[in-house]
Structures are given as C-alpha cells and as structure tokens.
Nanobody, 124 residues
C-alpha cells in the first residue's frame, strides 16, 4: 500500500503560481509512476501531468503544456507540480495518484493509489 498526501493548494489570482506537493508513504521502495489529475465541480476527473519513476519521462495535458511542470525527489518520496500562469479554468480539486511500474500513465484507471486532493482556486 502507498499513502499519498497532497499539499500546496490555495487561492491565487489569474497569472499567479502555485506548487503542489504529493508526499508518498508506506510501501514506497518499489518503482512507481505518479500522475496529477483535477476535477472541477460537475465534471469528470481529468489528466494533468504524469512522471515516470526516473523522472526522465513526463506527459502533460494540452491545456497545461508550457505552464505546468512536474518533477520528483525520490529521496523524499515527493512529487511536485509547479503551476505557473494560472487561469480561472484551472480551478479544481487536484489529486495525485501512484502506480507501480516503469512507465507513465494518463488515464485515471491506470492508477492504484490516490490522495485526498487539494483545492486550487484561481480568481480573475
């Protein structure tokens, strides 16, 4: 089992930045990919970004390319999502998820473990 805890959410004006963290605990000795997803009220959970265990491979949703970056510090069992140039449409609850393996994955059902989410609100 892997437990995930997100932090770093909050309220920011359009054009601002936030950095989300996803801290893993439990059975973290294996290689695992991490993904970030977001869900706005009344909408489905959408893919945002994903990173492989090595950090050498990453993927982003088209809506965040060029604005968001993803990185990880395996010594700290933490993955970061740096969000710049935020827009009101980025407002959502952001979740991180983990899956054992060497790849990186963009579909929610690929992941086995989920955090509780952190709210991000961007005002215009």
């Amino acid at each position: 089992q892997v437990q995930l805890v997100e932090s770093g959410g909050g309220s920011v004006q359009a054009g601002g930045s936030l950095r989300l963290s996803c801290a893993a605990s439990g059975r973290t000795r294996g290689k695992y990919a991490v993904g970030w997803f977001r869900q706005a009220p009344g909408k489905e959970r959408d893919f945002v970004a994903a990173i492989s265990w090595s950090g050498g491979n990453a993927d982003f949703a088209d809506s965040v390319k060029g604005r968001f970056t993803i990185s990880r510090d395996n010594a700290k069992n933490t993955v970061y999502l740096q969000m710049n140039s935020l827009k009101p449409e980025d407002t959502a609850v952001y979740y991180c998820a983990a899956k054992y393996g060497n790849g990186w994955y963009s579909r929610p059902y690929d992941y086995d473990y989920w955090g509780q989410g952190t709210q991000v609100t961007v005002s215009s």
